[in-house]
């Protein structure tokens, strides 16, 4: 799962579409974590898609992320700021990829 502490034991080391990643990154195998208020560890993520279908304000995109071992996708919290903390995408993805800090 996710490490909900990733903002005290990582670093950022990047910016992407107006959002932190935090590392360590090593691509195309190593990805990091995207986002800060929705966080989502790329290297976990298996492009299941529920956070995508489910979120009611449209957080996530998919980026394409080829030559990752677990997916070639990635759901991306593009739209961080619109997050209501409803929490769903955090119950519904199947491999915990997601952490959102509801304060
Ligand atoms: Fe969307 Fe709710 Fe997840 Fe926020 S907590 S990204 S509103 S599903
Ligand atoms: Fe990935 Fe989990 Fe969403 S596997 S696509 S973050 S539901
Ligand atoms: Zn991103």
């Given at each position: ?44 993520c298996i ?30 919290p593009t739209?961080e700021a ?22």
């Amino acid at each position: 799962a996710i490490d909900p502490q990733f903002h005290e034991n990582r670093e950022q080391v990047d910016e992407h579409e107006g959002h932190v990643v935090w590392g360590p990154v090593d691509e195309p195998e190593e990805l990091g974590i995207h986002g800060t208020h929705v966080a989502v560890d790329f290297d976990l993520c298996i492009a299941d898609g529920a956070c995508l279908e489910d979120c009611p304000v449209d957080v996530f995109e998919w980026v394409e992320t080829p030559g990752h071992p677990e997916s070639e996708e990635k759901a991306d919290p593009t739209h961080e700021a619109q997050c209501i903390d409803c929490m769903l995408c955090v119950d519904v993805c199947p491999v915990d990829a997601i952490d959102v800090d509801a304060g």
